[in-house]
């Protein structure tokens, strides 16, 4: 049974930093694996979606790994600024479930400080 | 613009009465999932859709029912029958005829049941 993981689960970094969040997975047979922000008491908004052939995705600040063989995916964050503050959700798309259903880690709550 | 609108925001119940509640999308999506989350856990999936009149039960299924009439709308009803009905409600759809078409939410339902 396929099983996210994102650790740390909160993590408070200074203004301008880089950083990096983690998900691991635990089945490597996925469609695709899908970055998402939640701000409080909000839906999720897509970040980054890298499919299962590609090993990374970029969007402005934002670069998204995947290592299918290790179970890894990366989001790094350059120039951390206090409005990156929210959860940062991963999730797996696996193929095994023959529909696109999708398998959510627990987030990683940032607090950007300034 | 193109979106999710769930509704109400904030949904109030008394135990044993049935809720309904509303996901609209205007994105001409096929496939829509209705995802509950409480605190500390990742998203679990309760319904999903693929095609509109046919639905299939997600993980966490018993105590809710869904419809879906028309493309754009598929409303969630939480029974008496769900025990702990308490949580943020959240919506999405995917275009299920493009391979890797990332995952779309809305801004979610916060239902409270006393």
């Known amino acids: 049974k396929q099983e996210v993981t994102q650790i740390p689960a909160a993590l408070s970094v200074p203004e301008g930093e880089n950083l990096v969040l983690n998900c691991s997975f635990t089945?490597?047979?996925?469609?695709?694996l899908q970055w998402f922000r939640q701000d409080p008491g909000k839906g999720l908004t897509s970040l980054l979606l890298?499919?299962?052939?590609?090993r990374e995705q970029t969007s402005g600040r934002l670069n998204a790994s995947l290592d299918k063989s290790s179970g890894r995916s990366t989001l790094y964050i350059a120039a951390s600024q206090p409005g990156d503050s929210a959860t940062y959700l991963c999730a797996v798309s696996p193929t095994t479930s023959g529909t696109y259903k999708y398998i959510f880690g627990t987030g990683t709550r940032l607090k950007v400080l300034a | 613009d193109g979106g999710i609108t769930q509704s109400p925001k904030y949904l109030f119940r008394k135990e044993g009465q049935n809720v309904t509640l509303s996901c609209e999308q205007n994105?001409?999506?096929?496939?829509m999932y209705w995802y509950r989350q409480d605190p500390g856990q990742g998203l679990r999936l309760i319904y999903y859709?693929?095609?509109?009149?046919?639905?299939q039960k997600g993980d966490i299924a018993e105590g809710y029912s869904v419809s879906r009439e028309k493309k754009e709308s598929f409303p969630l009803t939480v029974t008496s029958a769900q025990k702990n009905p308490t949580a943020f409600y959240l919506c999405?759809?995917?275009?299920?005829?493009?391979?890797?078409?990332?995952?779309?939410f809305g801004n979610g339902t916060r239902l409270t049941v006393t």
């Open positions: 089945d490597s047979a996925i469609y695709n």
């Open positions: 859709s693929q095609i509109v009149n046919d639905f």
């Open positions: 890298i499919q299962s052939s590609q």
């Open positions: 994105l001409n999506h096929d496939a």
């Open positions: 999405a759809s995917r275009d299920s005829a493009l391979h890797n078409s990332p995952l779309h």
